[in-house]
């Protein structure tokens, strides 16, 4: 029986012998480290005109305005002009030519392979526009109700008439009414309280337009937008916590007019628009709640127009 228990005993000591830390340790395995290479995602604009530099590329994310032309020179017929995006997303193209004459696309999404217009006769501006589009406006105002319609150009320098007519438009419904595609329109409706809900240079295609008129367009660009002239200036308050009291914008050769703000004034995250002539150099200047300022001396104005997001760095 000893000898039994004895053999039991020895047959048991490599098992304890590992289970105590015995033996080789388990190798561990190193993970693989895999190297995640950086995509550049290229925009390539070639120039496909015939005969016609290209004067201008603007390159810019769908939901965001303007911001700078891409190019110090010109881009002759047949050379091709590249930008990196920083991520993929939907992004608007707007080129124009030594003309003046413009090409734009909207709304293009564009991953990781990139995107490339060869930009030709075909793809002018001038050759979308006419077709009627749809344009509907629906009141999202909850209570009140909306009285007038106006829709003209941008380039127009008066409302033209009531889109309603005899009727009005009350919370929850809507009305459509057709206008001519590929122009750029200005909205304003006002409602029971003659409070006014202002879009500007709003780009209408082959789509059509939706409008959803919501108590945030309120005021949008103070109603009573100045007109005289065919140039859009867009101003925007990113100062974070300061409001704009003034704005200023008059021709570089003269001096400064009266306050394009009237009795307004645009909080931050607003953007007030106003309009100038075009192919003049203006200096603009815009005075916060504290009397600091913020001015741009010489700024040359084309149909494009201009717009200025004035931030803290910008201050005098």
């Given at each position: ?38 995509v ?58 030594e ?102 240079d ?44 003034y ?21 931050a995250?607003?953007e007030f ?19 600091d ?21 910008d201050?005098?």
């Open positions: 029986m000893k000898k039994l228990h004895l053999l039991m005993a020895l047959a048991l000591l490599p098992v304890l012998f590992f289970a105590c830390g015995g033996g080789e340790a388990p190798v561990e395995e190193t993970p693989e480290v895999v190297e995640v290479e950086e550049e995602i290229e925009v390539v604009i070639i120039n496909d005109l015939g005969d016609w530099d290209i004067a201008e590329i603007w390159v810019d994310p769908s939901d965001g305005a303007w911001s700078d032309n891409l190019i110090d020179e010109v881009l002759a017929p047949g050379a091709e002009f590249s930008v990196i995006l920083e991520e993929a997303g939907s992004y608007d193209i707007w080129i124009t030519d003309d003046g004459d413009t090409y734009t696309r909207y709304g293009i999404e564009i991953d990781a392979h990139g995107y490339e217009w060869a930009v030709n006769l075909d793809d002018g501006d001038w050759n979308t526009s006419g077709e009627d589009v749809t344009v509907t406006i629906n009141n999202e105002l909850g209570s009140w109700t909306l009285w007038y319609a106006y829709v003209c150009l941008s380039e127009d320098e008066d409302w033209g008439d009531d889109r309603f007519g005899s009727e009005l438009l009350e919370p929850g419904q809507s009305i459509s009414f057709d206008v001519a595609s590929g122009n750029y329109y200005d909205f304003r409706c006002i409602d029971e309280d003659d409070d006014e809900y202002i879009l500007l709003v780009w209408v295609g082959d789509d059509g337009f939706v409008w959803d008129v919501v108590l945030d367009d309120m005021d949008n660009s103070f109603a009573e937008v100045s007109m005289d002239g065919d140039a859009p200036i867009t101003i925007y308050n990113g100062l974070g916590d300061w409001t704009i009291w704005v200023y914008g008059d021709p570089s050769d003269g001096a400064w007019g009266e306050d394009r703000l009237g009795s307004e004034l645009l909080a995250g607003e628009t106003f309009y100038v002539p075009a192919g003049v150099s203006y200096d603009f200047k815009v005075e916060d709640e504290d009397g300022t913020y001015t741009l001396w010489g700024i040359d104005i084309d149909e494009n127009g201009f717009y200025w997001e004035v931030e803290l760095s201050m005098d």
